[in-house]
Each structure stands twice: as C-alpha cells, then as structure tokens.
C-alpha cells in the first residue's frame, strides 16, 4: 500500500522582541541566562520573565549550547534575545539560522558600526546575511512560506552602547534604519568614563538616562542592564521600555550565599 503523501506543514514563526516591545504596553522585565545551561535556561523561562537574554560575550556558550537552550525555551510565553561576541557577520549569520529572533550585538559606538551590524543580519537587497534557509531552524527548514523575501519581519537587531562616545552617538545610531531597539550597558559605561565598577555613580546614571532620553525622543525602544530593584524602577521611569533585572548565576550565587550565611556556623 503506497505511503499517503501529505502537504507540507507550515510552521508558524516565532515573534520578535521588536514585536513584544510594540503590543506590551509597559516595560518589559527580562534576565541573563549565563550558565551556559539548556536546563537553567528552561527553568529561568518558566519562572515568567518577558525576555531571556542568552549570552554568549561574557558566558561559556557557542553555537550548539545556544540551539539546545533556544529549543528548552521555545515552549514558553518568553522572547530569547542572543547577544553575540561582536559584530562579526559570520557569528551574526549563524546565530539566526539556529533560530535566534532577536540579536544584540554589543559594543556599538557609531552609526555606520550600526549600519554594518544590520547588514549582516538581513539578506539581500536590505542587508548581505548568507543564504542558508532550506539548511537552518531559522526557516524551519523551509517550512515558513516565503521565508526568504519576508525575512525582515521575522528578525529584530539590538544594539548595545557602552561607551561615552555611544553615548554621545545615540541618537545618530537610533537613526540607523533597521535597529529595532538599543541597550545601554551601564558596567562598559562606568569603565569608559574613568569609573570602573561604579555603575551606580551619579555620573554614570546620569549619562545613561540621557541615552535613554534621547533615543526614546528618536522613537526606538531603550533598555537597560540594571540589577537593583531601585534603579531599574528608576531608568523605567525616566523612559526605559525593556530591563534586564537579574540574571540566572548572580540568582544562583546570592542564594547559595544566603543559604551558607543561615545554616553555616
């Protein structure tokens, strides 16, 4: 008896946080997952943030550890954001064939390092992103009808400014057609401004809320790293549209600390 052929199924995609940041209506709350964990990044998910940002700058992750903790996350209400190393396109490419939404892309200080980073995650005419669609997750393997000429709505570019010359550039680099959204990365910030590790510094606060004043003013959503409560609440009320609030080895480690200050003697 023959084998019944079927049609082939479309799967629908996955939305983005350019997407999530249009229809919320409030500051979206998100976490680091640095562990490097397919599990952790599961139980980080399920816990009800709105975004999880899977690192791979300042974490032991590659490209294979990044797949397995976007497939643990897939089947939970929350949006996964890569931050890739640099701006190199390759890196850039192979992340969104895995699948990855969202990439943020550390380190932008200029608008044409901008330009450059949203050429490398668009395919032709937009951009110059590698063809690899019927080969990759991104497109589930061809089963996204059109996938290729509407490629564009299925992918968001983050930006990170981390130095005062960003800082100065922010709004030349919101300009840039095709960031979806820029973050403000208050640790490199505090460094280039001569204040190493005091990200809490007047001066440091009061730089990055005029990032945030500025680019809100250019129309592109803003966020922020910012692990004490108090200060995230604060560049949320100067404007911020997306926090990150946390992240899954300081949880980890501020625990544990508690943990052996309770019952160590």
Request: net charge negative; hydrophobic share 50%.
């Amino acid at each position: 008896m023959p084998i019944p052929v079927t049609a082939p199924v479309t799967t629908p995609v996955i939305s983005t946080l350019r997407d999530r940041l249009a229809s919320a209506g409030r500051p979206l709350a998100g976490m680091w997952v640095c562990s490097g964990s397919p599990l952790v990044a599961e139980i980080c998910a399920g816990g009800g943030p709105d975004w999880l940002l899977i690192d791979m700058e300042h974490a032991p992750n590659g490209l294979e550890s990044v797949l397995a903790q976007l497939q643990a996350v897939a089947a939970y209400p929350v949006d996964a954001v890569v931050r890739v190393p640099g701006d190199d396109p390759v890196v850039i490419k192979q992340v969104l064939d895995l699948g990855a939404r969202t990439v943020l892309v550390p380190m932008v200080s200029t608008a044409d390092q901008a330009r450059e980073v949203v050429a490398a995650a668009h395919y032709p005419p937009l951009g110059r992103r590698g063809v690899g669609s019927a080969l990759s997750r991104s497109a589930f393997w061809n089963r996204v009808d059109d996938y290729l000429t509407t490629a564009a709505a299925h992918v968001s570019v983050l930006v990170q400014i981390e130095t005062a010359e960003a800082v100065a550039n922010a709004v030349a680099i919101a300009a840039v057609d095709g960031v979806d959204g820029i973050l403000v990365g208050p640790s490199d910030l505090a460094a280039s401004m001569g204040l190493l590790g005091q990200q809490t510094h007047p001066e440091v606060t009061a730089a990055v809320r005029a990032a945030i004043t500025a680019v809100t003013a250019a129309g592109v959503p803003v966020g922020v790293n910012a692990f004490d409560p108090a200060v995230a609440d604060a560049y949320v009320e100067a404007g911020a549209s997306f926090v990150l609030v946390a992240a899954d080895v300081t949880v980890l480690a501020r625990a544990s600390e508690a943990l052996g200050r309770r019952f160590r003697p």
